[in-house]
């Protein structure tokens, strides 16, 4: 019989293995894989046991002794005995009890529970929630429901047990009952008290913290602060969890030298709009003697008709306005936006139909003054309707037209000397262009023609209130593309040479009596430099005979075609002055810039790796070969928490500045090593770096010019696994006299709560790459202590 089976088994591996040949094995998804267990696989599966005896009465009664194990989908459940009354689907263990869910494990001397339905208890308990890393103790663990659960006089921290009767948590939460919901991802624990080391414990009625990252309404971690303007600080928000798509959030500002401020926040996502509005309120500011208010709203919308032939409407609005000129230098915590002195307020109605667009647009402006550095304000647009269409054809032919009429208004009286030049602009620009691709070079010719018109409300200088403008430009791009393989370092890459040619032409036109309404001057940079025009806007067109000549080298990955390197150098030669200036300029103006050859642009670009990245750019006086501007700028990320950025900036005659930004374990300074344990633990990610490890984190923008710290972030990171401390100093310059400063510290007990003010948003605004010690981790499998 053995040796019979034995062949017929061969004979099965022969004819699988024939089968093979022609048919690939493929591997195939199992239901029983899936991280969520279905209610159906959750009911119906079947459940079994093993031990070391068995005692079984069929359809009723099974006793398990020694090693017993029951086990179903999703829940594993060992102990010393076990009876299960089959007909009831209850269980009843004693001794070494250890039951394992998706997510959690509890441990017990006595259990009662019913199966289907996961209701029962468990007496003297201990439990671990894999999601936050969290554990306790309690006399009794009720069980709800397979999401529920309440903890009777429960223990509760996230810090590590070590080895040894003598352990005691860093923190620990004390609790007469505590209520687990898996559903909504929190815990809301009664009757609590929170001790941390050796401090005085914190007596609380009641507190709720989330299981995981997931939206709740609730009391948030209040803010405590101590700053140079406002004082001793203390902020309390509450977070409404509205819906899946809206929220909000209203916080109350306590400050002892000003009073008491609200901001409220509220943010909605639909499916064809977005948006949210910002409202800060101080009824009595005391320092100022006034009410102080700042509004910020932005809203982005699409209303699509359903009819091809009419096409799809567009909606955008941003308002902001704020109560005082002084707004932006005291409530710098509202965001980005209201802390700016241009604040815009613009409403969009856009309409398109292929490649035919329309827009119309309002456009105001609130500029908040300083007696000691006024600023001019910008034009109004009011409004501002335009249209543009353009058309790729199938022959190669590139072409579009586009235009607008605006409206500009401005109010000057706040700035002597300074007279607004009111009225209307319009203008079509209509451009034609033929481009010639290949992969050796492309050839680019085109024909652009600008037609613009003013309407002043008053005279200009010489008299006139209206004046028209018509001119012609011509250009041609062009350029080659030589390639080779080559070794770098040892390294195989695949290099390019790229010569490339610009040719302009815009003839001269006198501009000096139109006003500028939204014109300015374009940086002069590697991009800049192929271009016809170096203004921006429509105000002003730069008459411009000129040749521009460069050349750019790269260097490649062979392998999966990322860039490595690229240099490049160009300058451009013109053949005839420019005459036209950006504002009216006085007799006798010597030109913008000469003919012959312009400053020379170097730059280059360093990816060689994930880790290094170095960019450069060097512009080169052409008379006197000193270096006019230098932008250098380095990032170093070897790995997750360490970053560090630097950054020389040099305008000759104006700034020359040095920016530095880092994240780094001072671990590394010290020479620790990392130990198996801390190699386990970076392994989960949003984890840091291991237990018992200091951070410094900073920036720094110090200017050489003037030999004086501009702005100063410098801080102290500690991870202690189960607990975070930070402190960090903040420097402001709110004046060129004046600056603000901050001390601000968080302590966060990891899986519970963060107590203290927010450095956060200040780290993660000012450093590029910082990462958050607890970033929110992926929730665990449910193959976890998979049994």
């Given amino acids: 019989m053995k040796r019979g089976g034995m062949a017929v088994g061969v004979l099965w591996i022969l004819q699988g293995a024939a089968q093979a040949q022609s048919d690939p094995l493929l ?9 969520r267990i279905s209610p159906r696989q959750d009911k119906e599966g079947a459940v079994f046991v093993t031990g070391q005896r068995l005692i079984i009465q069929p359809d009723l009664k099974a006793v398990i002794e020694g090693q017993a194990h029951l086990r179903k989908p999703g829940m594993s459940l060992r102990a010393d005995r076990l009876e299960y009354e089959q007909s009831q689907d209850t269980v009843a263990a004693s001794g070494g009890i250890q039951i394992n ?12 529970l019913q199966v289907d339905s996961f209701q029962g208890a468990l007496n003297q308990a201990t439990f671990e929630i894999f999601g936050n890393g969290a554990h306790g103790t309690a006399s009794q663990l009720e069980f709800i429901d397979p999401s529920r659960a309440l903890v009777h006089q429960a223990t509760y921290t996230t810090c590590r047990r070590t080895p040894g009767p003598d352990w005691l948590p860093s923190w620990l939460l004390k609790a007469t009952r505590i209520s687990i919901d898996n559903e909504e991802s929190t815990i809301k624990a009664e009757g609590v008290k929170v001790r941390f080391q050796s401090l005085p414990e914190v007596t609380l009625p009641a507190a709720s913290f989330p299981l995981t990252a997931d939206r709740r309404s609730g009391l948030l971690p209040p803010i405590i602060g101590i700053t140079t303007r406002n004082g001793a600080e203390i902020v309390q928000p509450y977070y409404f969890d509205i819906a899946p798509n809206r929220d909000a959030t209203v916080t109350t500002h306590v400050m002892s030298k000003r009073g008491i401020a609200v901001d409220t926040e509220f943010r909605y996502l639909e499916k064809d709009y977005r948006g949210q509005t910002r409202l800060n309120l101080m009824p009595s500011d005391t320092l100022s003697d006034q009410a102080r208010w700042g509004f ?6 699409r ?43 613009t409403g969009v109605l856009s309409w398109g139909r292929g490649a035919f667009n329309m827009t119309a647009q309002v456009q105001r402006w609130q500029t908040l003054q300083d007696i000691n550095a006024p600023i001019l304000p910008p034009y109004d647009r009011t409004p501002q309707i335009g249209m543009s269409y353009g058309q790729w054809q199938a022959n190669g032919l590139d072409w579009s037209v586009r235009g607008d009429t605006t409206r500009f208004e401005a109010d000057f009286s706040r700035n002597p000397g300074r007279v607004a030049q009111n009225g209307e602009r319009s203008f079509v620009q209509a451009q034609v262009s033929r481009p010639w691709i290949r992969p050796w070079g492309f050839f680019t010719p085109k024909l652009q023609l600008h037609a613009t018109r003013y ?6 200088v010489n008299g006139i ?10 250009s041609l791009d062009t350029g080659l593309v030589f390639e080779r393989a080559a ?6 890459v695949a290099q390019t040479l790229e010569p490339r040619a610009f040719y302009a032409k815009t003839p001269f036109k006198d501009q000096s009596m139109l006003p500028v309404y939204d014109s300015g001057v374009t940086d002069f940079n590697l991009s800049t430099i192929y271009s016809e025009n170096t203004f921006v806007g429509n105000d002003r067109l730069m008459d411009n005979d000129a040749l521009t000549l460069g050349v750019t080298s790269r260097f490649f990955d062979p392998n999966n075609g990322a860039e490595l390197l690229n240099v490049g150098v160009a300058q451009r030669i013109r053949f005839t002055d420019q005459r036209v200036l950006l504002n009216n300029p006085p007799l006798n103006t010597p030109p913008a810039a000469s003919a012959g050859l312009s400053d020379l642009l170097v730059g280059a670009g360093v990816r060689w790796d994930n880790r290094w990245a170095l960019d450069n750019t060097v512009q080169i006086n052409n008379q006197t070969n000193d270096i006019s501007r230098n932008t250098l700028q380095l990032r170093y990320y070897p790995s997750p928490y360490r970053v560090l950025n630097a950054a020389y900036r040099l305008n000759r005659g104006i700034s020359e500045q040095l920016d530095l930004g880092w994240q780094w374990p001072l671990s590394d300074l010290i020479g620790r090593a990392n130990s198996a344990a801390d190699s386990a633990w970076t392994r989960s990610p949003g984890q840091g770096l291991g237990p018992d490890r200091w951070f410094t984190v900073g920036r720094m923008n110090f200017s050489l010019s003037e030999s004086r710290m501009v702005e100063s972030i410098m801080g102290l ?13 903040e420097r402001n310059q709110r004046t060129i006299a004046t600056s603000n400063t901050r001390l601000l510290f968080q302590l966060e007990l990891v899986g519970l709560a963060r107590v203290g003010s927010s450095p956060l948003a200040v780290l993660r605004n000012n450093i590029p790459r910082y990462q958050d010690l607890r970033d929110s981790p992926s929730q665990p499998s449910r193959f976890q202590n998979y049994e």
């Fill in 455 to 460: 309407q002043l409300d008053h005279p200009m």
């Fill in 487 to 492: 070794q770098w370092f040892g390294r195989s």
């Fill in 27 to 35: 591997l195939r998804s199992s239901p029983l894989l899936e991280e």
């Fill in 717 to 729: 990171e500690y991870d202690a696994g189960c607990w975070i401390g930070r402190i960090v100093f």
């Fill in 296 to 301: 910020s709203t932005q809203h982005n919308g």
């Fill in 101 to 112: 869910r998706p997510g959690s494990q509890f441990q017990g001397s006595e259990l009662k």
């Fill in 303 to 345: 209303i699509d008709t359903g009819i091809d032939r009419i096409g799809s409407l567009g909606l955008g609005l941003n308002l902001n306005r704020v109560s005082d000129d002084n707004y932006w230098q005291d409530f710098r915590r509202t965001g980005l936006v209201l802390t700016q002195r241009l604040l815009p307020s």
């Fill in 465 to 474: 209130s209206s004046a028209n403008r018509v001119l012609p430009t011509y």
